[in-house]
């Protein structure tokens, strides 16, 4: 998209929501539904701002779910200097203010918003409100404040931690296809979890910025705040590798904090292991599913060496006290670790990806990483892994030879495949939740609305 058409699309739909909305609003507040669709936009002091778009043009979504750090993001439509208020008072009467950008400078910023929060207490509900400066920029000693913005709406979010409630929801493939989004996030509102894994493949092909922001902040869906109060972690799908903006997707969607992890794993920014309750949660990137000697890429990824790299990094994640000691393991990753169908090409066919014994040229399923990974999450005992890829639900049951389960999410397809009906393919939220002494997995079908299955995992 243009900037002149994300902009007049952004004015448009603003963060506030329609009338229409603000009566189905009234009725989620009255009703169970826990999590808030905001009835106000945002506002600009009368006074200071002299444009007539408003200045912030998403709601705020919560990144990288942590112990003591949160990212918040959000899409501005002109030059801005973002920041959030934040406290653990319901009227921030005790707010602290955190400016985007880190040492040094802010980060001045005409597209995406991102401010890292620190310094905070585990399993610990904090309230928060967004705001922008509009920035006047002529030069180096030539700038200034010409008005603030701020969303009227106070939010809110817990932490994680082993204090935290052990309840996540997992999506993936979700390939900008708004109609199955649309429905993974009103079940995922109607859930309420703790926090979501969303498991890569959330792009196609993203060229722009403004085709990321669309994705992240302001997706054509009626729950424009779909991620203001439930953090989100991701594992990124080889799509959301593809295209000149995916190769810096950190623009819109942050690296995790960097004291997270040790220096010899600066670069490896998406994984993450996080204690949530009784769960240990960690994130996994299976990177391309093509090779790095597939002529169709050039020479131009690097996922052998990723891959290598997340091993050690997995292999100290797993020591740690809190992930060590977690009754359930949960690992998360994109392309499937482990498949049973023969004609499934297993992502290893060197140089080209080809080989006429399987039905794609591209990985269905990760050889390389499962050869890597998954010794180490059998002796750590891991229970589950949840990919997606495939677009087509699938479970698999722990056998002797391979203790662990895995639960491949369902893709974007409606029922429909090649314009024919097909039932069984539909989009799915998996949801994990600890109730008496045990994981209970539950896979929701998006297309009928009904649970498609059931799991019941015991401690490791
Ligand atoms: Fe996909
Ligand atoms: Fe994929």
Redesign the pocket.
Known sequence: MKRREFIKRAALFPVAVGAAEVAQAADFINGSDPVSLNPEPATASPDTSTEDIPLIVSAPMLQNYAETSIGIAFAVSDMANGFVVIGRRANLSDGKTFKCGGYRTTEINDRVIQVRITGLKPATTYYYRIGADRIAYKGGYDMKVIGTETDSHIYKFTTAGKGARPHFCVIN?THVKWEPFGRAIDKIARLAPSCVIWN??ASNVEETIEAQQRIYLTPDIRRRDYAAEIPYLFCP???DLRGMANRHLERVWMYRQPEERQTRDWDLGRNFAVRMGDIALIGLDTAE?KLDTNPKFAGLFNSKAYREAQTEWLRDALKRKEIARAPFLVAFC??PLYDDNPKHNPGDVTPDDKDPRYSSDFAMWQRTCARMWTPLLEKAHCQLIIT??QHHYKYHAPTKERPWAQIIGGGPEMGISDGRKNKSLFPTVIEGEVRDKHLHITIHNLLTGDVQETFEFAKR
């Open positions: 493939d890569g493949d799908g080889n799509h599913d994109h392309i997606a890829h």
